[in-house]
């Protein structure tokens, strides 16, 4: 087959999580026999580095990895790029891109910045396949947080966008293209049981494949024991450093714990996110114990897991399903994480392979901490009870049975 995966940014520019699943899904198909390419989207390139167009819009290819990526941009990007579904730049884009490389099949891992895509798809009857990784769809942010941070429940169709969050009225008329692309995409996959809950929750009723996200067993390696020389726990953070992925929570609840043997090691970029900045440097500087390690590239993963002897998430908004979670077990890592985040119910046994603190209770994530603190053994007792998740290769046969049903209907 011939696939073209859709996503709203890649590599090497950007490498967040939806990045990496495109890529290892990339390779894991290529290796099965099937010829995949990427369109992106070039947010933060400037406009002379795109040498072509492709109808009104910039374009650009390149090879990564050994994938031919495709990079599109608006001449002028809209300040509504963020959440916007139709674009009839996208969509005359994408009728041209598809005279010049028909292809089997679309996936589009996330629908952000090129959302109207589909609907150049749709006219040609190309099947289209639609990964749901987080609450875009549902929540122009995408993690269903209010302006100050408290979590949200519901859309209620836009309304409460407009009322609670400020959002200017066209969002009905955004919520209602939103369901269009999910109603009419051949099929939806997810990798979390608990974001397919919420999307099912709000009367978005389709049936929707639960397919784990796999791992990629090139970037792990055995974990040596707890018993470091110094008798210190490491314990560790990795992803971005912002509020809304509950960082201040995580220091707070630290910072808190007077245990010496206790280390902090976070691992990521810091978001310019107004007096959070103050509040994390003031963290760092008035307490030893805690590291800030940067951003490190993916092949550095085992090395970052090695440092790291329990895994904090510590969302304190909805985070629909959390990687770290996936990785960390892989790794050998046991994880704490809130009862914000998706992937702990479906992995973490409270107690057996880590621990589900509540998100607005940042002294349990104190207590669980003491108690690692006064007893190191119950660290290795998690790691002695974690189930290691699926690979990449389970993954991608799974995808590749969706993908056959649909390019053989068609």
Request: charged fraction near 25%; aromatic fraction near 10%.
């Amino acid at each position: 087959m011939r696939i073209l995966y859709v996503v709203h940014e890649f590599f090497p520019r950007f490498f967040g999580g939806t990045s990496r699943y495109v890529l290892n899904l990339a390779h894991q198909m290529q290796q099965m026999g099937h010829h995949v390419e990427v369109l992106t989207y070039g947010l933060d390139e400037p406009a002379d580095a795109f040498p072509d167009t492709v109808g009104a819009m910039l374009a650009r290819s390149y090879v990564h990895e050994g994938i031919q990526v495709h990079c599109l941009r608006h001449r002028v990007v809209p300040p509504t790029l963020g959440h916007r579904i139709s674009d009839l730049e996208v969509v005359a884009a994408m009728d041209l891109f598809l005279d010049r490389a028909p292809f089997d099949l679309v996936h589009i891992a996330h629908p952000m910045r090129l959302a109207a895509c589909h609907q150049a798809l749709r006219k040609r009857g190309v099947p289209l396949v639609l990964t749901l990784t987080d609450f875009w769809l549902l929540c122009p942010r995408g993690r269903f947080f209010k302006l100050d941070y408290s979590p949200c429940n519901s859309p209620e169709g836009g309304a409460k966008c407009i009322r609670e969050c400020l959002v200017e009225s066209s969002i009905r008329t955004r919520y209602v293209e939103a369901r269009e692309l999910f109603d009419t995409a051949g099929a939806l996959i997810s990798p979390s049981q608990f974001l397919i809950d919420v999307f099912h929750r709000c009367g978005w009723r389709r049936a929707i494949s639960r397919i784990n996200h796999g791992v990629d067993n090139r970037f792990v390696a055995p974990l040596p024991s707890l018993r470091r020389a110094n008798g210190k726990i490491h314990v560790g953070y990795t992803g971005v450093v912002s509020r809304f992925k509950g960082v201040d929570m995580l220091l707070k609840a630290f910072r808190a714990v007077a245990a010496p043997n206790l280390l902090l090691r976070i691992y990521g970029n810091l978001l310019d996110d107004g007096s959070f900045i103050s509040e994390v440097n003031f963290a760092f500087g008035s307490d030893p114990r805690i590291y800030l390690m940067n951003r490190y590239d993916h092949e550095e993963l085992p090395q970052v897991m090695s440092d790291i002897d329990i895994m904090v998430v510590p969302s304190t908004t909805l985070d629909s399903y959390g990687l770290v979670v996936v990785e960390s077990f892989a790794a050998g890592v046991p994880v704490i994480a809130t009862d914000m985040v998706g992937s702990a119910f479906e992995f973490i046994r409270d107690g057996e392979n880590g621990f589900i603190v509540p998100a607005d209770r940042p002294e349990k994530l104190s207590q669980i901490l003491e108690r690692l603190s006064r007893d190191p053994e119950i660290v290795e007792r998690l790691r002695a009870g974690i189930t290691p998740p699926p690979r990449i290769e389970e993954e991608a046969f799974q995808v590749e049975l969706v993908y056959r049903s649909l390019v053989g209907r068609r």
